[in-house]
């Protein structure tokens, strides 16, 4: 989610935050490079616990380094049909407080039985994968596939146990998926389905870190060049 839609509503969505700072400014903590800034602590504490186990995950699966500062910033409310957004070239992401996510008319359907706090940590974990996935190579103008692929795989590894079964009792896909299946047609059609297909092929043969680093080093890409 985010990376996507983001290109189609980037400059209402820039406006809007930069004309409301006074909402955005009431706690913040450093971590690992990174700044949080959120209108209660509990939501601080979990975006900064959720940034050093990213840390950690990705050296862990061959992703690369959060190397530059970014700014997360907490939000009651976000324009669009967003949880979380990462604004490629300004280091900044917006996410929901678990809270507003909760009280949110919007469904993600394969994360549906995850815990709200669970949830809020990996879409940040997933908006820190686009942070760190910026500068990869990509040899179009866009690689949405791929860099969806990504920050889905890092969502859903970051979950504990309990809402790693949960996603999983919901995916129940059980066949092997090919890497044609990943497009930006599924991925803005049926988001949840991209989500539980980037996980079911990400666990095929043990290989979705390997997988993971050939898509980082450019060896291999999900996406076509535009026709
Ligand atoms: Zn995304």
Redesign the pocket.
């Given at each position: 989610?985010?990376?996507?839609k983001f290109f189609i509503t980037s400059l209402a969505a820039v406006i809007s935050v930069l004309s409301h700072p006074a909402e955005a400014a009431v706690i913040s903590c450093r971590a690992e490079n990174v700044t949080v800034t959120s209108p209660d602590v509990e939501s601080a504490a979990l975006a900064c616990s959720a940034v050093q186990a990213a840390v950690t995950q990705f050296a862990a699966c061959r992703m690369p380094a959060l190397n530059k500062p970014l700014r997360i910033v907490i939000l009651d409310d976000l324009d669009g049909a967003f949880y979380g957004l990462y604004y490629i070239g300004k280091d900044m992401i917006n996410v929901l407080t678990p809270a507003a996510m909760q009280a949110s008319e919007m469904t993600e359907n394969a994360f549906a039985g995850v815990e709200i706090t669970e949830y809020f940590k990996s879409t940040i974990t997933?908006e820190l994968s686009?942070a760190a996935t910026e500068g990869i190579p990509c040899p179009f103008a866009s690689c949405i596939s791929t860099s969806?692929y990504i920050?889905y795989a890092m969502q859903v590894m970051s979950l504990d146990p309990e809402a790693l079964a949960a996603f999983q009792e919901t995916s129940r896909i059980d066949r092997p998926i090919a890497t044609e299946e990943f497009s930006p047609v599924i991925l803005f059609m049926a988001p949840s389905l991209f989500a539980q297909k980037v996980w079911a092929h990400f666990q095929q043969n043990n290989a979705g870190c390997d997988f993971i680093g050939q898509l980082v080093r450019g060896e291999t890409t999900l996406d076509l060049a535009p026709f």
């Open positions: 989610m985010g990376l996507s997933h686009h969806e920050s």
